[in-house]
C-alpha cells in the first residue's frame, strides 16, 4: 500500500474507534430529521455512479430531497470519489460555492 493510502486508511483511527463507531450508529437509525428540513445552509454532494457500498440511487434520493443541494456525480468512479476529487471539493467546501466540473454529471436538486 502507498504511503499516501495507508494513512488516509489509518488516520480515522489515530484517536481510537469512537468515531468511526459513531459513524455506524448513525447510518443505521433514524437521524431526527428529514432532508427536505434542512433550510439556510449550502450542502454539497459528490458521488460516484459506480459506489458499490453507497448506490447512486441512494446518494440521488438523499440529493432530491435536500433542498438546494449542489450534487455530483463521477460516471466512471465507485466510493473513493473524495481520494481522486480532494482539491475540487475542499475548493467547493472552502469557498461555499460549487467548483467547476468538467467530465462529471453536475445536478442542483429542485427546491421542495
Same mark, same amino acid.
Given at each position: 500500500?502507498?504511503? &499516501?493510502?495507508?494513512? %488516509?486508511? $489509518?488516520?480515522?483511527?489515530? %484517536?481510537?474507534?469512537?468515531?468511526? &463507531?459513531?459513524?455506524?450508529?448513525?447510518? *443505521?437509525?433514524? !437521524?431526527?430529521?428529514? @432532508?427536505?428540513?434542512?433550510?439556510?445552509?449550502?450542502?454539497? @454532494? !459528490? %458521488?460516484?455512479? $459506480?459506489?458499490?457500498?453507497?448506490?447512486?440511487? =441512494? &446518494?440521488?434520493?438523499? /440529493? &432530491? /430531497?435536500?433542498?438546494?443541494?449542489?450534487? #455530483?456525480? *463521477?460516471?466512471?468512479?465507485?466510493?473513493? #470519489?473524495?481520494?481522486?476529487? #480532494?482539491?475540487?471539493? @475542499? =475548493? /467547493? $467546501?472552502?469557498?461555499? =460555492?460549487?467548483?467547476?466540473?468538467?467530465?462529471?454529471? #453536475?445536478?442542483?436538486?429542485? %427546491?421542495?
Amino acid at each position: 500500500m502507498a504511503p &499516501a493510502a495507508r494513512e %488516509q486508511v $489509518l488516520e480515522p483511527f489515530r %484517536q481510537g474507534v469512537r468515531g468511526f &463507531a459513531e459513524d455506524v450508529r448513525v447510518s *443505521y437509525h433514524p !437521524w431526527g430529521f428529514r @432532508l427536505g428540513d434542512i433550510h439556510n445552509v449550502e450542502v454539497y @454532494l !459528490w %458521488q460516484g455512479e $459506480l459506489d458499490s457500498i453507497v448506490p447512486a440511487s =441512494t &446518494a440521488r434520493a438523499m /440529493a &432530491a /430531497a435536500i433542498p438546494g443541494c449542489h450534487a #455530483t456525480f *463521477y460516471p466512471d468512479e465507485s466510493h473513493d #470519489t473524495y481520494g481522486r476529487h #480532494t482539491r475540487e471539493i @475542499l =475548493t /467547493a $467546501l472552502s469557498s461555499g =460555492t460549487e467548483s467547476e466540473h468538467n467530465d462529471p454529471e #453536475t445536478v442542483e436538486s429542485p %427546491q421542495m
